[in-house]
């Protein structure tokens, strides 16, 4: 569809009236409505109509099983603890955690509502509480009962006390609060000024010595602190759309990088995973012309994906699949098929073939959470697994090392035929190499295979483009198309005067966003995201506010970003992998870049221990920013993302990284007031040299 004008897609686009605002006036009530009276009805059973997480890990004695219970209730009065002890006993057994599901509200659809409806003082508090409700809209959340947003764990909250109780706290807000966050639970409303933020969130921040997978499963379990992954915890999630374009940028760039092409058009990707961010991966395909083959063991998210167009078909026989791949090829028509089975199964299958009918692999099995969900053994059947799981951890344990060491084999031989295949950051290397699988290149230090930061995206990031976002939180289809048609012209100018090093960004960024609305890209809140540097999401944040300011857009636009990104996470083994000055393990970025964001006028910031390669394995930050039109939002939006944006250029440019560096200067060169430490290279050979004489 070509981007003309608003007026040729929609004529009118109106929500419905018969919404009932009534009905969000309850967000303001919290946790009044937990009375005697309301604990007198039955508890509710499980909803099959939704997915499930897997049952938790529950490492705790019978003292820290009490302490988990005394936790919990903090937030009922005494008269009601003596039912809701043993209900909360009952979750904590069958469940491994308290999630306290009679408090799951009922009443109103979980859905991201227009801004006006919602009962708030302020519109930066309204803004907050859409995001919220979409990040468990059951059309956009993996788990949505559990409050799990994505990858199997990633939480907006702990348990429905706390989002009650939220949503209570951000009713009353006014200008001169800020809501404090930890790990899921509200501290409070505390006093400060029109331009703090309004929202202040730590997720799973503990002392390093205690940051282990199995701290993690004790801590969780005593309700004391939340895995946020990314964008779950920080209120910011999309949708699979938010992954899409990214995803689509990394096959565009193996296809160059490792093929040789601008078109994977009769080229084959296959990979596994069709989950809140592994989901994207069929349409990414699709976009770039060629042929996606996606591993889904869970039925239910597959079917998902179907439904909603990310996926053209499902099969379950691997024959009929491989001669669909070879009509496929021979056809050179774009298609993403879901296998709905164990990515194992299919990579074997795929080795024992004659001919290499694969061009492109990688794996987005949630492997930062491996024996609770995010990786299923093969051999063994995806109800039988999640039983495994719960009643006998060790053989689980087992079963799925021994599934990635099979796993890696696959690969292995594919690759050896003229496969190419990366790690898409979700831990699939580190985990197959404590697996003990054949993971390791001839130096026995160093990965077979690169991380797609590493050798794909990290240069993206080096030039300071990542992943920009906006919600049009009048819930306006319209709105949306507006907001791209104002994108594409602010890309068009900047693709004009662009240097030769980044035209090449800025024309894959035009192609996508002309091409956003036939894609269809749109799941839960009207959202989109396009790849940007800091002149393009500044441009594109001043257009935004000029437009509400105007009344062309008729509510407010929220801006954020994956934390997946230029300055956002510090995570060895993915965002930062192409850092080799021996300071990817080091946090300082993440951690300066939210502290930044909160006084140059973000609405909202996140930092938060984890992300996709998991649990101690990174940490991340994120923002959001409420654009209302007001010449004070327009102020924060072009001080803020400078250095949102610049604060890892800089990072990445002392590292000696070529990209940065060139990109750290060109900013420099439009903001006198930027002045960046630069690196001065060493000569490889003389340093060589002065250790020889040591």
Request: hydrophobic share 40%; aromatic share 8%; with cysteine.
């Amino acid at each position: 569809m070509s981007l003309t004008s608003v007026e040729t897609v929609f004529a009118v686009s109106e929500l419905s009236k018969a919404e009932n605002i009534a009905l969000l006036k309850s967000l303001a009530d919290g946790l009044s409505f937990v009375t005697k009276e309301f604990l007198s009805q039955p508890y509710p059973p499980l909803d099959p109509a939704v997915p499930h997480a897997p049952r938790r890990p529950c490492p705790l004695d019978s003292e820290q099983m009490k302490t988990a219970l005394r936790n919990a209730l903090r937030y009922f009065p005494s008269e009601l603890h003596g039912q809701l002890a043993k209900e909360f006993a009952h979750e904590l057994k069958t469940f491994g955690h308290i999630y306290m599901m009679r408090l799951r509200p009922t009443a109103y659809a979980m859905k991201a509502y227009p801004i006006a409806m919602y009962p708030a003082r302020c519109q930066q508090a309204a803004a907050v509480m859409l995001m919220i409700q979409n990040n468990l809209d059951p059309k956009v959340a993996q788990f949505p009962h559990e409050l799990v947003t994505y990858g199997g764990n990633g939480c907006v909250f702990s348990n429905w006390a706390q989002y009650h109780l939220v949503m209570q706290y951000l009713s009353q807000m006014t200008t001169e609060q800020t809501l404090v966050m930890y790990s899921g639970h509200p501290m409070g409303l505390f006093p400060s000024h029109p331009n703090a933020p309004r929202v202040v969130i730590t997720n799973g921040m503990v002392v390093p010595n205690y940051s282990s997978r199995d701290d993690y499963d004790r801590m969780f379990a005593l309700g004391v602190t939340m895995y946020g992954q990314m964008t779950a915890g920080s209120y910011c999630y999309i949708g699979p759309q938010g992954i899409v374009h990214g995803t689509t940028l990394t096959v565009l760039g193996a296809a160059r990088k490792y093929l040789g092409l601008d078109s994977v058009a009769g080229k084959v990707f296959v990979s596994s995973g069709l989950g809140g961010m592994s989901g994207a991966q069929g349409k990414a395909g699709v976009i770039c012309g060629g042929i996606s083959i996606i591993a889904e063991i869970n039925e239910a998210a597959a079917r998902k994906r179907l439904e909603q167009g990310w996926v053209h078909e499902i099969l379950t026989d691997l024959d009929v699949l491989i001669a669909r791949i070879k009509t496929a090829r021979a056809e050179k028509k774009a298609v993403s098929i879901a296998y709905q089975g164990n990515v194992v199964d299919l990579w074997e299958r795929l080795v024992a073939e004659p001919e290499n009918l694969v061009d492109l692999g990688s794996d987005q099995t949630s492997l930062h959470n491996p024996y609770n969900g995010g990786y299923f053994p093969v051999g063994v059947s995806f109800d039988d697994a999640n039983r495994l799981m719960a009643t006998n951890p060790t053989e689980f344990k087992a079963a799925v090392q021994a599934s990635l060491r099979r796993h890696v084999t696959a690969i292995n031989q594919l690759c050896a035929r003229g496969m190419r295949f990366w790690d898409y950051g979700n831990s699939f290397l580190l985990e197959a190499s404590r697996a003990g699988a054949d993971i390791f290149s001839a130096d026995g230090r160093t990965f077979r295979y690169p991380s797609y930061v590493q050798d794909i995206m990290g240069d993206i990031f080096s030039l300071g483009f990542g992943p920009f976002r906006w919600v049009c939180t009048s819930g306006l289809a319209s709105a949306l198309v507006a907001t791209d048609l104002m994108a594409a012209s602010v890309i068009a100018k900047l693709m004009k005067d662009a240097p030769e090093r980044t035209k090449q960004q800025y024309s894959d960024n035009y192609l996508w966003i002309t091409q956003a609305q036939e894609h269809r890209l749109v799941v839960g809140s009207q959202a989109r995201i396009l790849y940007s540097d800091h002149k393009g999401r500044t441009a594109l944040a001043l257009a935004f506010n000029d437009a509400v300011r105007d009344g062309t857009l008729k509510a407010p636009v929220v801006i954020s970003r994956d934390h997946h990104d230029v300055s956002g996470t510090d995570s060895p083994y993915r965002e930062t992998s192409n850092i080799t000055d021996g300071s990817m393990f080091c946090a300082d970025m993440a951690v300066q870049n939210a502290i930044g964001d909160s006084f140059r006028g973000a609405t909202w910031v996140a930092l938060h221990n984890g992300g996709g390669t998991g649990w101690g394995e990174a940490i991340n930050g994120g923002f959001g920013m409420v654009l209302d039109g007001s010449p004070e939002a327009r102020a924060r939006a072009a001080g803020m993302l400078l250095w949102d944006v610049n604060n890892g250029v800089s990072r990445r440019a002392w590292a000696e990284n070529e990209n940065a560096e060139f990109a750290i200067r060109q900013a420099m060169k439009d903001e006198p007031l930027l002045q960046v430490t630069l690196p001065n290279h060493a000569d490889r050979d003389l340093v060589a040299d002065a250790l020889k004489d040591q």
